[in-house]
């Protein structure tokens, strides 16, 4: 029986590519770092779809893993928070994609836009592979192997969270019913008392019977505040509802974390190599020599021209580091010419520095010691690993492959 409680369960991913930036701080790491004192968190560096665009790269990947784990408790990930993990690590991820590559239609997965997307941008290497078709499910697997409810992800992964519900919900409708799962379900509806018990099958005939989807999800928050029943009573319940059966992968909701616009640089993926892209790791001057080098209002030609900050990604900036009262200055200086460009860009250098000065020191106590930042993560594998083998216990009973 699961005792998981997938609301307050977090499980994000993110695919080592170097070192990090301030997108991948201001569109992740800062939410993820508030996430782990009010969730149970899970975060995975997930190595496994690295390969999956660079398999022919794979002399860079280590480093880029440990890059990523630095910067990860730089940022204030914290090992005594949250498990942070490494994909590979935890081989149950391969055992349940393989698993759930036997139920998953190819259509599904060639219809995810990521696919074709990645394929076209990538043209001179071939990526007709069944690793790159298969991203989605092995993220659908990383996901449900935890069961986690909750991931904290960007706009771009919204499809890949959304074919990560249709794969449990296709998983839970073929094998999550147990023999005698109508009884089980029945004798559950008794336990949740008189009032309630009606308001539930009142509920469940408007759905199944009109299609009600309102009277659906009224009945799912109903059941969402029941106290006085077992975990495994409501994932009957809530798989009762809509005809499936016993809800054995959690379906996953994606938490939207918007990454500031001003940090996408080529649609949507800010580019590791751009000379304009801030690293969290890169020293004071190098934040200075960026921002004076950022583009401003191209219409700004002179310092006698007034400015439009609405066409200046420097104004972007100063709207998410700076006071209202420095954010006039900018206005009312930009419009009238009042200030230059540089003079503008000060304060957020400024900013940039002092937000970036407590993670570096945290980054330098880390690339030091190695073997502490290998061991945090050997021990996240051994905790996640933990939780993945109970999932992966009860598929495979679900699936019939019980030898014992
Ligand atoms: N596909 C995600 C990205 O490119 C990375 C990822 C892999 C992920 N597995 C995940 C994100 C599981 C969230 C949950 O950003
Ligand atoms: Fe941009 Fe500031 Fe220059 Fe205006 S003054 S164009 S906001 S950098």
């Known amino acids: 029986m699961s005792l998981v409680d997938s609301e307050r369960r977090v499980l994000s991913g993110m695919r080592p590519s170097g070192p990090l930036h301030l997108g991948h701080y201001h ?24 390969l999956t665009a660079e ?42 994609h393989v698993l759930l590559s036997m139920i998953c239609p190819l259509s599904w997965l060639e219809r995810v836009p990521s696919y074709k997307e990645q394929q076209a941008q990538l043209h001179g290497k071939d990526l007709a592979t069944y690793g790159l078709l298969g991203y989605p499910l092995l993220q659908a697997a990383d996901i449900l192997l935890y069961r986690a409810g909750v991931v904290p992800v960007g706009a771009d992964q919204l499809p890949h969270i959304e074919f990560a519900r249709e794969v449990a919900r296709r998983f839970n409708h073929l094998y999550g019913r147990e023999p005698d799962f109508e009884a089980k379900a029945e004798a559950a509806i008794l336990k949740l008392g008189k009032k309630t018990a009606t308001l539930y099958n009142s509920l469940r005939t408007a759905f199944q019977q009109q299609g009600d989807v309102e009277a659906l999800e009224t009945a799912r928050a109903l059941l969402k505040d029941r106290q006085n029943i077992t975990l495994g009573d409501k994932e009957r319940l809530i798989g009762y509802l809509d005809g499936g059966g016993k809800v054995l992968l959690a379906e996953p909701q994606a938490l939207l974390c918007e990454s500031p616009k001003l940090f996408a640089q080529d649609g949507g993926k800010p580019s590791r190599s751009s000379s304009n892209t801030i690293f969290l790791r890169d020293s004071a001057d190098e934040v200075e020599e960026k921002i004076r080098r950022m583009p401003t209002d191209p219409t700004r030609i002179h310092r006698s021209d007034p400015g439009d900050p609405l066409h200046c990604s420097v104004w972007r900036m100063h709207q998410l580091y700076s006071s209202a009262e420095t954010c006039d200055w900018v206005l009312q200086g930009c419009k009238s010419a009042g200030i230059g ?28 010691s190695p073997d502490l930042v290998r061991r945090i993560f050997a021990e996240g594998a051994e905790r996640a690993r933990t939780e993945a083998r109970e999932t992966l216990t009860e598929v495979r009973l679900a699936l019939g492959l019980n030898y014992r």
């Open 27 to 50: 569109g992740a790491l800062k939410d993820w770092v508030k996430l782990q004192h009010s969730y149970e968190c899970f975060f995975c560096i997930v190595d496994w779809h690295a």
């Open 55 to 96: 398999y022919d790269e794979v002399g860079r990947i280590s480093q880029h893993v440990m890059d990523m784990a630095v910067d990860w408790l730089a940022a204030g990930v914290s090992p005594s928070s949250a498990t942070l993990f490494i994909q590979s690590q935890v081989p149950e991820h391969a055992e349940l």
């Open 341 to 368: 460009c540089l003079e503008c860009k000060g304060p957020l250098i400024e900013a940039v520095q002092l937000e970036l000065k407590p993670l570096q020191v945290r980054a330098a106590d880390y690339q030091d």
